[in-house]
């Protein structure tokens, strides 16, 4: 790259990441995801590290925050409110560590972790035991006056005992209860809904009216300190201060955590990637920062940054791509289901080309054309959705999409039922229905039958070795052979994987049915009440609903199910091929004697091929594990899948036993045969 190219690419990138500080600090109103501002912030340093003679005055790099609103006072920091460096993976946390050693010529150093709130960054100076300012950090050395907000934060003492001249920092932010609240309200008064919660408390402190903010339940917590006039030689460390701040009656997080080594701190921040949900507050990172308070002065500063601390960045769980097309599935109920083919993209995690649009009517509401940029959002497991569109950067060139009208599979008309969004093919020799049909009654938690995948039975439809369900069992050998990477071992292994599913217990086969609104609970609770099949199907209205737990609407559909011919010759079908028709007793509790893992902490980490996370932990609890997220000398077991990592080298470090997935698999089967 030459350096008019690069001087191009920095102009772009310095009026992008302006306009989305702006949106961001100053109205509250993002239009992009922050792993979107972090990347081209970024790419942007990386530029000006290569090309250092064209690094910009005015460049966002070389400044913290934002401009401060003008509706408020503007209140000079006596010592800056810098922003943090960031790391976004367990290298550039090594990498910290590193260079942390080397500038302190130590072996070792003692680390303080803290959650990394996602609110407001506010200072509040005390003088003579009273609160006499609060303030926002904006642009590092200028902030705005919000004393008359801040005072109605009731976790912020109005006086303290300590009437020295100091001043503390804190994270101002609003819990998911107040948030939640608040935008019901806004909802009921046809207002802009705010984005998420650290928007909402930004917006709430920002208002000229103190009744507003007051009436937001907003909180905080302390993390930190500018002027400090307090006897130094009494607080030596930074966990010391937080500990005095403690006792001086500020909020101070509970789940702060010291440590002498980078592997115990980056398995905490492995705990709160996948813990933080539990939390009723967002976090979006781990901050790390040096506990001793010489060691940081001998570290000092970048132009922006502190050398003695950085910021962990969670995984995004929001990020921008390209809509490229949508795809339309058909459900095994007939339900509709438009879905976004997108340009691949990394979130949370993990690569994603695909992601849930429920409806035409959220196409609609969203306004989604083909060709637009999107904004994706996941949470922890769940499937990935578009939650808004970037208007501001179409083209022209979008295409607004509909539904069709017809079945993609077997061209029947498409309608609405009443009370229904979704559209539904109503053909019941749909073959998609079939195909969903039977994938769903082959899954794990259904017939459970091993080895029978989507791309099998796809053969076996186009084959048309199947064509129902109870077509299942009546393959052979001979009907196997023939498809795609079946060979004798597979198709043997096979034919006694469908063998065994008959001697399932009933809440297996009924919930394999798939009737409507009967999940794996429900086909639990009506195996328990009616022990058999036969009594299950003959059951009325008025008996289904006397059961627990069984509503309506289930008892309804249990009722409409079993009125259809074709329902009823599945049954006999499949009774008749020598499937169970009987409840056998609740298989979710071993016995005493099979509690393989009784009072064991067990750790799971890497990706798992045969078992899905939740399976494994399931099946850890069922035979009378604990499954906990961090690695420990309290740990009993660490189950290791692919790509390990960390706590696989910390397990091996404190001789902690290891299994890979094939030996868990193993001991599963045995302990269940």
Request: proline share 3%.
């Amino acid at each position: 790259m030459d350096q008019q190219e690069a001087k191009e690419k920095m102009d772009k990138l310095i009026t992008e990441i302006n306009r989305f500080a702006h949106e961001y600090y100053v109205l509250d109103h993002p239009s992009v995801p922050d792993a979107v501002y972090d990347e081209k912030f970024q790419a942007l340093l990386q530029l000006e590290t290569d090309f250092p003679a064209l690094t910009r005055t005015d460049s966002p790099t070389k400044r913290v925050g934002a401009e401060p609103l003008d509706k408020f006072s503007k209140v000079q920091h006596e010592i800056p409110m810098l922003s943090l460096g960031n790391a976004f993976n367990e290298q550039e946390l090594r990498d910290f560590d590193r260079r942390v050693r080397n500038g302190l010529n130590k072996e070792s150093v003692t680390y303080v972790c803290e959650l990394k709130i996602d609110g407001l960054a506010v200072s509040l100076m005390y003088e003579n035991g009273q609160l006499v300012r609060g303030s926002t950090r904006g642009d590092g050395t200028t902030g705005e006056d919000i004393t008359s907000n801040l005072r109605t934060v009731k976790s912020i003492p109005l006086s303290i005992k300590e009437t020295a001249r100091f001043e503390v920092r804190g994270e101002a932010f609003m819990p998911h209860a107040s948030f939640i609240n608040l935008n019901e309200e806004k909802e009921k008064n046809n207002e802009s809904l705010f984005a998420n919660p650290r928007n909402a408390a930004a917006g709430s402190l920002r208002q000229l009216d103190p009744k507003i903010a007051a009436s937001r339940n907003l909180d905080i917590f302390l993390y930190g300190y500018g002027l400090w006039e307090l006897e130094e030689n009494n607080y030596p460390t930074h966990s010391s201060r937080l500990n005095l701040l403690e006792k001086l009656g500020f909020k101070v997080n509970q789940e702060r955590r010291k440590y002498d080594n980078i592997e115990d701190v980056i398995s905490y921040v492995e705990y709160w990637v996948t813990h933080r949900k539990d939390l009723n507050y967002e976090i979006d990172g781990i901050v790390i920062k040096v506990d001793d308070i010489s060691d940081q002065e001998t570290l000092g500063f970048t132009a922006r940054t502190p050398r003695w601390a950085t910021a962990y960045k969670f995984p995004a769980t929001e990020t921008v791509t390209t809509l490229l097309d949508v795809e339309v599935s058909v459900g095994r109920t007939g339900a509709i289901t438009p879905t976004a083919v997108l340009e691949p993209v990394l979130i949370d995690g993990s690569t994603v080309s695909r992601a849930t649009l429920h409806n035409q009517d959220q196409i609609n509401e969203l306004d989604i054309r083909l060709g637009d940029q999107v904004v994706l959002k996941k949470a922890g497991d769940i499937i990935p959705k578009v939650v808004r569109v970037i208007k501001e950067e179409r083209t022209g060139d979008e295409e607004t999409y509909q539904l069709p009208t017809d079945c993609p599979a077997c061209h029947t008309e498409l309608v609405h039922l009443d009370e229904e969004v979704a559209l539904r093919c109503l053909n019941p020799d749909c073959p998609a229905q079939l195909q969903e049909a039977l994938i769903h009654f082959v899954s794990r938690n259904a017939m459970n039958i091993d080895g029978l995948g989507e791309k099998v039975i796809e053969q076996l439809f186009q084959k048309q070795l199947v064509t129902s369900i109870d077509d299942l069992y009546r393959l052979k050998k001979e009907d196997l052979l023939p498809l795609e990477r079946m060979g004798e071992k597979s198709v043997s292994n096979l034919l006694n994987a469908i063998a065994a599913s008959k001697d399932n217990s009933l809440e297996k086969l009924i919930f394999g049915l798939g009737i409507r609104f009967i999940g794996e609970k429900a086909a639990t609770i009506l195996a328990q009440a009616f022990d058999t099949m036969d009594k299950l199907r003959s059951a009325t209205f008025e008996q289904l609903v006397q059961v627990d737990e069984i509503g309506e609407k289930m008892a309804d559909a249990v009722v409409q199910y079993f009125h259809k011919d074709e329902a009823l010759e599945l049954v006999s079908n499949l009774e008749a091929l020598g499937v169970n028709m009987v409840y056998q007793g609740n298989e979710n509790i071993a016995s005493e004697q099979d509690l393989l893992f009784k009072d064991q902490t067990i750790v799971l980490t890497g990706k798992m091929d045969y078992y899905t996370r939740k399976e494994a932990k399931q099946l850890i609890e069922k035979y009378g594990g604990n499954v906990t997220g961090s690695v420990s000398s309290n740990t009993d077991l660490v189950i290791a899948g692919e790509s390990a990592g960390s706590k696989f080298e910390q397990a091996q470090k404190l001789g902690i036993t290891i299994w890979d997935e094939e030996t868990f698999k193993e001991e599963m089967k045995e302990v269940e045969a």
